[in-house]
């Protein structure tokens, strides 16, 4: 290591000694200005303030296929936010293994807030339990930065159906144990977790049907094949304006607006506690700064309350949140104990 300066190493002739100090002074004095400047800038990071958010392009990577409702939506909001931020807002689809694809390619992001990932409440709350062995918790990865929506669900059956209501669907379940069947959009989904629920309830033991795809699903539906399942109004429009479905109920305890003749579980004879719905949120990977995350939260909530896009989110009946992110937090924990009992009951497993 150079050892510093000392006195007796001052140079001996008088005229190199007055520039020779001058020197010093203006070293002296930048290496003071460089210190004060990160000290004032240690300062600023430890009092929460953050570069200017966004400094570069936003990507967000989401869950969900093109062309689905979450992402209709997802692509209007990211319009709005890249008019505001004044930087493009990018849309990665990564659909497909339960989520985890979305979440790898995700989690490879910096911590900046440049890089966004839009899951449902069943990635954050029901992976934990369907994966047991990879030991993989998501809000340990991720933090929530922002709401975007609720959706409820409807039970959905063919069209020539003899049920009427709730009451007989569950009376046939009851009837011959094993013989209704259910479809869903995959095991673990809010589909086929709402279908376990039902059964938890009313004492039943229907059949569950996963599908790969959701337009399978409700064309088997419309043919009788499974005998019901849970919809959203996105994803099951298309066949319902058809005339080759119906809906039983909405599976919660409120009426939507969208299908106001649609009775709820409790007033179709259904089960009261029953409430089936999953929300949709915008995170980001650990580490982003505080100040980038509450910006994020705050634009987006001023995005969600633009006439254009609650027009579109009434659509397809996605009530728009306004939750502050200890609340995406709480819902997803109130959601995870709900999940983890049906899991426990069906002895469910994905690896």
Same mark, same amino acid.
């Given at each position: 290591m150079p050892a510093f300066p000392s006195a007796t190493s001052a140079p001996h002739h008088h005229d190199t000694l007055v520039p020779q100090r001058g020197l010093r002074r203006r070293a002296l004095t930048t290496a003071a200005l460089l210190l004060g400047g990160a000290s004032a800038t240690g300062l600023a990071w430890a009092q929460g303030s953050a570069p200017a958010f966004p400094s570069k392009p936003v990507t967000v990577v989401?869950? +969900?296929?093109v062309g689905s409702g979450p992402d209709a939506v997802l692509r209007l909001v990211a319009n709005k936010l890249s008019v505001a931020w004044k930087q493009s807002v990018t849309v990665d689809n990564r659909p497909g293994g339960g989520g985890f694809i979305a979440i790898e390619a995700a989690r490879r992001g910096a911590p900046d807030g440049h890089t966004l990932l839009q899951l449902d409440s069943e990635h954050l709350s029901a992976l934990p339990h369907l994966y047991k062995q990879r030991n993989f918790q998501t809000l340990q990865v991720f933090d929530p930065v922002a709401p975007l929506f609720r959706t409820p669900f409807l039970v959905a059956v063919p069209t020539q159906s003899p049920w009427?209501?709730?009451?007989d669907l569950i009376a046939a379940a009851k009837k011959g144990q094993g013989a209704v069947s259910y479809g869903s959009w995959g095991v673990g989904s809010p589909g086929?977790?709402?279908g376990e629920w039902l059964d938890l309830v009313d004492g039943t033991q229907?059949?569950?049907?996963? +599908?790969r795809e959701v337009s399978q699903l409700f064309t088997s539906v419309a043919n009788g094949d499974p005998a019901w399942s849970l919809a959203s109004i996105p994803s099951s429009q298309g066949i319902y304006k058809a005339g080759k479905i119906r809906y039983l109920a909405v599976a919660g305890p409120r009426r939507i607006a969208q299908l106001p003749d649609v009775p709820t579980l409790a007033e179709a004879g259904g089960p009261a506690q029953v409430d089936v719905n999953s929300f949709v949120s915008l995170l980001a990977v650990k580490g982003v700064p505080a100040p980038v995350r509450a910006q994020i939260h705050a634009d987006v909530l001023k995005v969600l309350q633009e006439p254009e896009v609650r027009e579109k989110f009434n659509t397809f009946a996605f009530e728009p949140l306004s939750w502050s992110v200890e609340e995406i937090q709480r819902q997803a924990g109130v959601k995870s104990e709900q999940y983890k009992l049906l899991i426990q009951k069906a002895n469910i497993s994905l690896e």
């Open positions: 989401t869950a +969900f296929a009427k209501n709730m009451g086929h977790l709402g229907m059949t569950h049907v996963p +599908f």
